[in-house]
């Protein structure tokens, strides 16, 4: 029995990637026609959930807003409770309680952030639903928050700040903020991505974190989140993956390592890695994601694993994936810290 329900997923899902020859890849996949196949993308497109463009065999399909608000709000008396409430709460309101819990907190963890950090005379929040997925940005024309960062932590170069915001726990408010809004937002979504200046950070589900560079110096910064409407992921599941078992306090983080490399360079210096450690003691356990990095030098890897490790005997540090290389090093750094 053929399931439309999943063939109309999938097509949605086939549209997402790219959306070329969507009627061939359907008929194989589920062993239709291709008329069948075709008479179901035609039906996405007559209902109003994607619309056509461009001649038969190179025609390509893109998803149409089903629903969408937009809004500019002054920063001086915001409230973000009100943002999400009036704004983007009806958006979601028909989705599962765990997707509209998690747009809740990303919403208004990210309209807090640029109304206590940005300076900027406006906040803009949009967002649009369409049949897949829902996609919400938030931008100020503020300092910018790579730049706003790296003056506060007095680091040599903005990209340092995307290591620490990686890290969490950072705020350049403590007094009114635990630094958890960005990390965690981060880990919910299935596309968390932040841009400011000349940088461009980005956080997709199961894939690498990625820094990119701008061709484009912008002033500002954008945050853009992007979520499956059927998504199963729970908000509370994500909280308690980075807490300590019989703790419900925020003990854990994962480090892409990467993050500290300079293009063009490799992890060898002891400066490079007080980088990597810096504000990591307020953990309890620490997670090395050494995932593209090829290989470390060995006074890297000591001032990490036997330096760092030896001055906070509290902070469990866990390295993976590794290649041969770097786990040797590794090696070599903790038998030193065992003797």
């Given at each position: 029995?053929i399931?439309?329900?999943?063939?109309?997923?999938?097509?949605?899902?086939?549209?997402?990637?790219?959306?070329?020859?969507?009627?061939?890849?359907?008929?194989?996949?589920?062993?239709?026609?291709?008329?069948?196949?075709?008479?179901?993308?035609?039906?996405?497109?007559?209902?109003?959930?994607?619309?056509?463009?461009?001649?038969?065999?190179?025609?390509?399909?893109?998803?149409?807003?089903?629903?969408?608000?937009?809004?500019?709000?002054?920063?001086?008396?915001?409230?973000e409770?009100?943002?999400?409430?009036e704004?983007?709460?009806?958006?979601?309101?028909?989705?599962?309680?765990?997707?509209?819990?998690?747009?809740?907190?990303?919403?208004?963890?990210?309209?807090?952030?640029?109304?206590?950090?940005?300076?900027?005379?406006?906040?803009?929040?949009?967002?649009?639903?369409?049949?897949l997925?829902?996609?919400?940005?938030?931008?100020?024309?503020?300092?910018?928050?790579?730049?706003?960062?790296?003056?506060?932590?007095?680091?040599?170069?903005?990209?340092?700040?995307?290591?620490?915001?990686?890290?969490?726990?950072?705020?350049?408010?403590?007094?009114?903020?635990?630094g958890?809004?960005?990390?965690?937002?981060?880990?919910?979504?299935?596309a968390?991505?932040?841009?400011?200046?000349?940088?461009?950070?980005?956080?997709?589900?199961?894939?690498?974190?990625?820094?990119?560079?701008?061709?484009?110096?912008?002033?500002?910064?954008?945050?853009?989140?992007?979520?499956?409407?059927?998504?199963?992921?729970?908000?509370?599941?994500?909280?308690?993956?980075?807490?300590?078992?019989?703790?419900?306090?925020?003990?854990?983080?994962?480090?892409?390592?990467?993050?500290?490399?300079?293009?063009?360079e490799?992890?060898?210096?002891?400066?490079?890695?007080?980088?990597?450690?810096?504000?990591?003691?307020?953990?309890?356990?620490?997670?090395?994601?050494?995932?593209?990095?090829?290989?470390?030098?060995?006074?890297?890897?000591?001032?990490?694993?036997?330096?760092?490790?030896?001055?906070?005997?509290?902070?469990?540090?866990?390295?993976?994936?590794?290649?041969?290389?770097?786990?040797?090093?590794?090696?070599?750094?903790?038998?030193?810290?065992?003797?």
């Amino acid at each position: 029995m053929i399931d439309k329900e999943a063939i109309n997923k999938r097509a949605l899902q086939l549209v997402d990637k790219g959306g070329i020859t969507l009627g061939a890849t359907l008929a194989q996949e589920f062993g239709i026609s291709r008329q069948s196949a075709s008479t179901y993308i035609r039906k996405l497109v007559e209902s109003g959930l994607l619309t056509a463009e461009g001649a038969t065999k190179n025609k390509r399909y893109h998803f149409v807003d089903l629903q969408k608000a937009s809004r500019i709000y002054p920063r001086e008396g915001l409230r973000e409770d009100i943002v999400w409430r009036e704004l983007c709460a009806p958006i979601v309101l028909d989705l599962q309680d765990n997707v509209r819990s998690i747009w809740q907190y990303g919403i208004t963890e990210m309209v807090n952030n640029a109304i206590d950090h940005s300076g900027s005379p406006d906040v803009l929040v949009d967002i649009r639903r369409n049949a897949l997925y829902t996609t919400a940005l938030i931008s100020d024309s503020g300092e910018g928050i790579f730049l706003k960062i790296q003056r506060a932590l007095n680091l040599y170069d903005p990209r340092e700040a995307i290591l620490e915001l990686a890290k969490g726990k950072l705020t350049t408010d403590p007094d009114h903020h635990t630094g958890e809004g960005i990390f965690f937002s981060s880990k919910m979504f299935d596309a968390f991505d932040i841009r400011s200046g000349a940088l461009h950070f980005m956080h997709d589900d199961g894939l690498d974190d990625m820094l990119v560079e701008r061709p484009k110096d912008s002033p500002g910064t954008l945050v853009i989140m992007r979520l499956n409407n059927d998504s199963q992921r729970i908000d509370q599941e994500v909280f308690d993956h980075f807490a300590e078992p019989d703790e419900y306090t925020f003990a854990k983080t994962i480090v892409p390592v990467r993050l500290a490399q300079y293009e063009g360079e490799k992890l060898v210096s002891r400066s490079q890695a007080k980088r990597l450690t810096l504000r990591i003691e307020r953990f309890q356990t620490v997670v090395f994601d050494f995932d593209g990095v090829a290989e470390i030098g060995q006074a890297f890897a000591d001032e990490v694993f036997r330096v760092f490790k030896t001055a906070h005997p509290g902070t469990k540090l866990i390295p993976i994936k590794m290649t041969e290389a770097v786990e040797n090093m590794v090696k070599r750094a903790t038998s030193s810290t065992a003797a």
